[in-house]
């Protein structure tokens, strides 16, 4: 584990859920973001409910984190997050952020990666480092975006 890139993504992933959640002024201020992410190849949407939650989705809890694959900073990301799970059996709103960071020199903003399963064969390969950042946030998964 890397301790100082652990720390520079929570701390990246907090400061972009914050810019997120920060109202605009424009006439959809009162909707909450609808930010698009990839499930199993197909784009799906997230809105943030929250900003950080303590220990939730940690080993003896009783709201367990999916996990949430993050690939940078947003809004400067080079490719959407990826998330393990929509609504159906084993889902939770809680996710807990892994930052995905390419060792193989893969331009992931031509040629992203779409699944949780295709992001654990490249770790397997040792193509992909994966870091736990113990940073979990509240969001619910949408099929659609009307913004």
């Known amino acids: ?4 890139s652990r720390t520079y993504f929570a701390l990246a992933a907090l400061l972009a859920l914050l ?3 920060v109202p605009s002024r424009s006439t959809s201020a009162s909707k909450p973001p609808c930010i698009p992410t990839w499930h199993d190849g197909t784009i799906v949407f997230f809105t943030v409910t929250n900003v950080r939650v303590a220990d939730v989705g940690k080993a003896g809890n009783t709201h367990m984190a999916n996990p949430f694959y993050a690939f940078g900073p947003p809004p400067n990301a080079p490719q959407f997050d990826v998330i393990s799970k929509i609504q159906g059996p084993g889902y939770s709103p809680w996710w807990e952020v892994f930052a995905v960071i390419p060792l193989d020199g893969r331009n992931v903003s031509t040629n992203p990666f779409t699944s949780e399963q295709e992001i654990l ?7 992909v480092l994966i870091i736990d ?3 979990v946030f509240l969001c619910q998964v949408l099929p659609s975006c009307s913004n």
């Open 19 to 21: 810019a997120v959640m």
């Open 1 to 4: 584990m890397i301790r100082g």
């Open 133 to 135: 950042t113990d940073f």
């Open 121 to 127: 064969d490249a770790q397997a390969a040792h193509k």
